[in-house]
């Protein structure tokens, strides 16, 4: 028996949705019906019913066409934006019965297409040669109203489907171009059948950069920048989606090599031998980009490359409860602190580590406390943030893969060889091998380590250990 009667694809103008809709007619027993609920027309434009439901019955009882689409032979569904009728939120979204499915797309890009079809009075492409090209303006203010109002619909959704403990199948406007979505999207709708291939026959429209479609860019970039509050496409998750983090990242002063530091790992090291390679300090070093300078920087810098380093997840813990938790200096975490020791029972100092009173055998029974906190924490199960010191390196990865990801992944353990052979491969002659981070304090891990805390470790950060391949720390 099928999981679902009727599916409901929840997306906007220009978000990819006719081209969802024609992939997802490719699978034998899908049909996906248009707009059935625009206020405007049924179904599409010049259409007098869908599945022999007049405009006037639907608007008289939208319940008709939804038992209609229900009884339709295999699985059916339409697609519905904001402002369709919202009396079909109220039978649709609280039904398990109905698949739910979200297709996103960067609001600015759905904006200025939408702009431009508006302009050129062209919708929809099958053939490249009659494409229409033009440039817009951008409005902030109109931008920001359907701004507002199409988060307002994705908090509706998200809610909705959160306090009924159901889910959907979340997409962006990228995933349509990937056979292996759109098949996983047929299994997630009870389709036995997988493309081999997409149906191409609609075309991207308007494939330039922003810069190239809009006449007051500059303006945009602005507008943009002081707005900057959407983040559309997150799916409910235990372990929030990282961005990609481009103010942390660090370049050469003039050797053409960008580090993109993991949080928790050996950044000061790696920040002075960096500088070392063009004898300037540490704090000399480009930094606080923004994704328009970085790609100015990449322009600039032909042949440029760019590293990371990974931290075994047990040094990394415990560097971290020694830097942030334990320590009061500047850039430690006093209100964590103070919540860990009141809530979550940790043996630590109220006035932080390193007094006399503070025993080796307190710091790991302590340590290993944290541990348990840090696995609670990653689960989504405290009220504490899940900080990006001590998040999974591999949620930090597919971050920077939003924008830029590393050419070159290295372990902490490797840099020693690998980063001044990756130096003399930018010209420089004679690199000098990094510095290796010293032991934490106030007691060194190897002190307290043993086979109950590399397996309370391994517990927590197991996606970690499975993606990077990560044995036991000794």
Known sequence: MSRFDYFIVFAEMRTGSNFLETNLNAFDHLSCLGEAFN??????????????????????????????????????????????????????????????????????????????AQQTGQWKLTDVRRRKETTVTFDPAEFEAQMSALQAFQITVLNALQTTGQ???????????DVAVINGLGAFLGAEQRLTELD??????????????????????????????????????????????VPSYVAGARTPLMYLPLRGGPEAEVRRWLAGLDDVAPGDLPAKFNQKTLRQWKRQNVGHRSFTILRHPVARAHHV?????????????????????????????????????????????????????????????????????WATQASALEGFGSFALPDLILREDEMTAWLPALAQQLGVPDPAEPEM??????????????????????????RDYMMFGFGPWR
Not at 214 to 227: G, K, S
Not at 438 to 455: F, G, Q, S
């Open 39 to 116: 206020p405007h027309f049924i179904g599409y434009p010049n259409r007098d019913d869908c599945l022999g439901i007049s405009q006037e019955t639907r608007d008289a009882d939208p319940a008709q066409l939804i038992d209609a689409v229900k009884a339709a032979p295999g699985l059916a569904g339409f697609r519905f934006f904001h402002d369709h009728d919202p009396r079909v939120l109220d039978i649709a979204l609280p039904d398990p019965r109905c698949a739910k499915i979200v297709l996103t797309r960067n609001p600015a890009e759905s904006y200025v297409s939408w702009k431009i």
């Open 167 to 177: 889910t959907a199948f979340y997409l962006a406007y990228e995933d349509l171009q």
């Open 200 to 245: 191409r026959s609609l075309k991207p429209q308007n494939p330039q950069a922003l810069a190239d479609k809009v006449a007051n860019f500059p303006e945009m970039e602005q507008a943009l920048a002081r707005l900057d509050r959407f983040n559309l496409n997150r799916t409910p998750n235990f372990e929030p989606r990282r961005g990609a983090q």
């Open 321 to 389: 409860f020694c830097r942030r938790i334990l320590s009061r200096d500047k850039g430690s975490f006093g209100e964590i602190r103070r919540v860990l020791r009141k809530r979550f029972k940790l043996p630590i100092p109220g006035e932080g580590g390193g007094t006399p009173e503070y025993t080796l055998a307190q710091h790991r029974t302590a340590f290993l406390a944290f541990l348990d906190f840090l696995k609670a924490n990653l689960a989504g199960q405290t009220a504490v943030r899940i900080d990006a010191n």
């Open 437 to 462: 981070a010293p032991e934490d304090t106030p007691h060194a891990l190897a002190r307290i380590y043993d086979a109950e805390v590399e397996a309370r470790a391994a517990e927590v950060y197991q």
